[in-house]
Structure formats: structure tokens, C-alpha cells
């Protein structure tokens, strides 16, 4: 299935992303895909918090966050508690309708 | 000064390997990393999590990489300078280059490989404004030598390990400690949360959660903290000092005021040697660039492979380059 998510970007321009979701990704390849600047040091292993996200629609839709991404979460000096890291979010029918804004590192 | 063939900026698995290539054609290696340990984001990010796709290992854990490389390239004795970071390259009239670091290290070489990954590691800032006009004046974003702090009033802001470390360890130091942490909780190592939560109970500590800092100011040096609750509560601290410890972040760094053609941050090289746009200066591993360009540890081995055969003509204009296996030829130590 195709599902919508709005992204807003770091200039604050908000734009809608439709995403496959049979392609077995997660938010942050998608979000790198779809063209947006995310550093992604670490790959995807919640090791380094630069695909940090705001979801300032749908919190409460998403799979609950699992510890090692809390705990990643905890060393980000800006996190929320509507922060999450996009690579441990998959690309499935749960991101459906959400809004996030991107927070972490440029590359 | 130090002198040597190859100046490595960068002690990740590639520029590791490059030592090796390298001392197969007799030419010796000089590295440098702004982490404190060799290894880059193998030993700094992930030392414990499995790799899958080295040639030859089905699964090899990232320090056990990065230890199995130190114990190969042995043989050509290479030399490190860690914890510093690479400011400039200065080229000679000859033509070879001086490498100069953060901390006033000199390398004299030939050729320049930039293996340097993502860049520097550095600290992740907090907003705050005026922050980095305190930097040296009270603020620092890692504790160095923690007798600094003897008898001063510290605080520290974060929520990860090393904030809670730290906050144990300078509670028997400092006249007075203040964690701050944005959250209610800790989620790293539950051994240390524990401790940090019964100090503040014994009244050793001052913890101060779910708030964020929200200015500082001083007259020179650092002089005061203040900090807002999630309660919109706002209180002001007296400090000596302020240590965020927000984790690193990759930055490109000087890197990018050496001339070289940079594309989205990564130096853009020629695939026939993988050297840039500047003569003697090479780039592999993740932070070089082309058509094609994969970010991976086994492209980067033969990426480094390459430009060793290519940056012999520097280090030995007269000789003529002969290409042996080691198979036939053997590894022939310095």
C-alpha cells in the first residue's frame, strides 16, 4: 500500500511524502530517499540520533519506542517527548497520516 | 616534527588498511584521528554490533575488525597521533606537504590519504546562546582532566551516560554538582541512574530534571546557569563551570578549507587512483565521492589498495613500481 506522512523540513516548509510500504524500509532511508538531508551516521542501529524527528501529528499511532532508542534519545540536548528517531520507525500502515519535523544533524 | 611517507588522516578500518597496502610498497604511515582511540566510528559507535560483509568473515564484531587490522598492519609500524584534529595542510616548495594539528603537531610527509569517514567527531552543542563565548571559559563539552573541577561549582546537562558518569565521579571532586537532564528518567546504564538518584537523595548532588538551560551568562567566565522547568519554572545557578555532554556528531570540519572540490560533503575523487583535484592528496573510505560511490568498509579496502600503487611515484620518483602478491613475496616487516 501507499501511505502519506507530511515532512517539514529544517526551513520549516512542510511538504507531502507518499511512500510504498512494501519496499521494507525505514523512515530515515525513506526520508533520504525521498530526498531530504538526514546524516544517518550510524546506518540505522539507533547509534547516533542524527535522524532524530518531531511527529507533531500521530504520536500515539506509532509502535511505542523501544529502550536503546529512549536511551539515544536521552543524549539529544533538543529531543521532546514527541521525539523519536526515524530509524527505528518502519515504513508501514503506522505512518500513515502522521506529521514530522526533521531536528537531527545535516550532512 | 614527525616524519613520514603517508600522512593518514583518519584511523578508521580504511585508513588502517591503507597502512598495510602501503608497507607492502615500502612505504611508511603516519595517522591521525580527533577520537581519542583508533578504530573511527567502528570503536566510537557501534564496537560491539556485527558486520556481515567483510570478504571472508561471516561475521566479525566491529572492534574485533578493528584490532584484527592493527594486528596486520603491525609489521609496517605505524605511528599515531590521536585526540588531535588535522588543521591544515601546508605544501612545500618539494612539492611533499606539513600536516598540522589542533594541537600543534607537525607531520612532515609525501602524500596525503584523507580517509577521515564522516569527518571529525565532535560535540553536539546545546542552543544556547553565547554558549560558545564561554567555550575555555567555563564551558567545555568534555572533561579532560577532572582535577579542574576541585573544589568547583559544576554543572553538567545531559541525559546519557556520560552525563551520569561524570556526575558520579565529580560529586567527590567538585564543591558542588547539578545534573541537569530534560527528562525524568534515565535509560542508560540503570547501575549509574541508581547511583545518581541516591546521591541526590543523600543530598551530594543537586539533580534537577525534566528542564533544559535556558541561558548563561558571566562576566569573562562563566558566573551563572539559568534553567527552565517543564513547570515553566525558571531558577538561576551559580557556576565555575558548565559541561554539556550531548554525545558527538560528525562534522566535515577544516576539511573543507583545503582546496579540494567537495560535493554534499564528501571530497570528490578520480576512480582511477582515487586522488582529488589537488596533486598528492588522496581521499577513500566514506568520505570520498564518484559515480557509483558505495559506503562501504570493503570498497574502502580497495580504494586503499589503489591509491598506495598510485602515491608510490612521490615517495620514490626514481623507482619504478613492481606489483608482487603476497602470496609469492611474503609480508616483509620494516
Not at chain 2, 594541537?103 to 565532535?122: K, N, P, R, S, W
Amino acid at each position: 500500500m501507499i501511505i502519506n506522512l507530511e515532512v517539514e523540513d529544517r526551513n520549516g516548509e512542510t511538504q507531502t511524502v507518499e511512500l510504498p510500504t512494501e519496499v521494507n524500509l525505514n523512515l530515515m532511508e525513506a526520508l533520504k530517499a525521498s530526498g531530504y538531508n538526514i546524516l544517518a551516521t550510524c546506518g540505522g542501529m539507533a547509534l547516533c540520533a542524527t535522524c532524530h524527528v518531531q511527529v507533531l501529528r500521530g504520536l500515539d499511532q506509532l509502535p511505542a519506542a523501544q529502550n536503546e532508542e529512549l536511551d539515544m534519545l536521552d543524549t539529544l540536548p533538543d529531543a521532546g517527548f514527541d521525539s523519536r528517531l526515524a530509524c527505528q520507525l518502519k515504513v508501514n500502515e503506522s505512518l500513515d497520516g502522521i506529521k514530522v519535523k526533521i531536528r537531527g544533524d545535516e550532512h | 616534527m614527525i616524519k613520514t611517507d603517508i600522512c593518514i588522516i583518519g584511523a578508521g578500518p580504511v585508513g588502517l588498511f591503507t597502512v598495510f597496502e602501503a608497507g607492502l610498497l615500502k612505504m611508511r604511515c603516519h595517522l591521525i584521528d580527533a577520537l581519542p582511540q583508533i578504530g573511527g566510528q567502528l570503536s566510537e559507535i557501534y564496537p560491539q554490533k556485527p558486520i556481515y560483509d567483510i570478504p571472508g568473515y561471516p561475521e566479525i564484531k566491529a572492534q574485533e575488525l578493528v584490532d584484527n587490522l592493527m594486528d596486520q598492519i603491525k609489521p609496517f609500524d605505524p605511528t599515531f597521533t590521536l585526540g588531535e584534529r588535522v588543521e591544515d595542510l601546508e605544501q612545500q616548495a618539494d612539492g611533499s606537504y606539513i600536516v598540522k594539528t589542533s594541537d600543534g603537531t607537525q607531520v612532515h610527509c609525501q602524500v596525503v590519504a584523507i580517509a577521515g569517514g564522516l569527518g571529525c567527531f565532535e560535540p553536539r552543542k546545546p542552543e544556547i546562546e553565547g554558549l560558545e563565548d564561554f567555550e575555555g571559559k567555563g564551558v567545555a563539552y568534555m572533561v579532560k582532566n577532572p582535577e579542574t573541577y576541585r573544589d568547583k561549582k559544576v554543572i553538567l546537562a545531559g541525559g546519557g551516560d556520560s552525563a551520569l558518569d561524570w556526575t558520579i565521579y565529580l560529586a567527590d571532586i567538585a564543591e558542588k554538582v547539578t545534573l541537569i537532564h530534560r527528562g525524568d528518567t534515565f535509560r542508560g546504564a540503570p547501575d549509574s541512574a541508581e547511583k545518581v538518584f541516591d546521591l541526590a537523595k543523600e543530598g551530594k548532588i543537586n539533580l534537577i530534571l525534566q528542564s533544559n538551560i535556558s541561558s548563561i551568562s558571566g562576566n569573562g567566565h562563566l558566573k551563572n546557569v539559568s534553567v527552565l522547568g517543564k513547570d515553566k519554572e525558571s531558577r538561576d545557578l551559580e557556576a565555575d563551570y558548565l559541561i554539556p555532554l550531548f554525545g558527538l556528531s560528525p562534522k566535515l570540519g577544516p576539511i573543507a578549507n583545503w582546496g579540494l572540490n567537495i560535493d554534499k560533503n564528501a571530497i570528490e575523487v578520480n576512480t582511477f587512483d582515487y586522488s582529488t583535484n589537488v596533486e598528492r592528496i588522496y581521499a577513500i573510505g566514506d568520505i570520498n565521492t564518484y559515480p557509483g560511490k558505495l559506503k562501504l568498509i570493503l570498497c574502502g579496502f580497495h580504494e586503499a589498495a589503489l591509491m598506495c600503487q598510485s602515491a608510490f611515484k612521490y615517495v620514490y620518483p626514481d623507482q619504478k613500481l613492481s606489483f608482487k602478491y603476497t602470496t609469492v613475496y611474503g609480508v616483509n616487516s620494516f
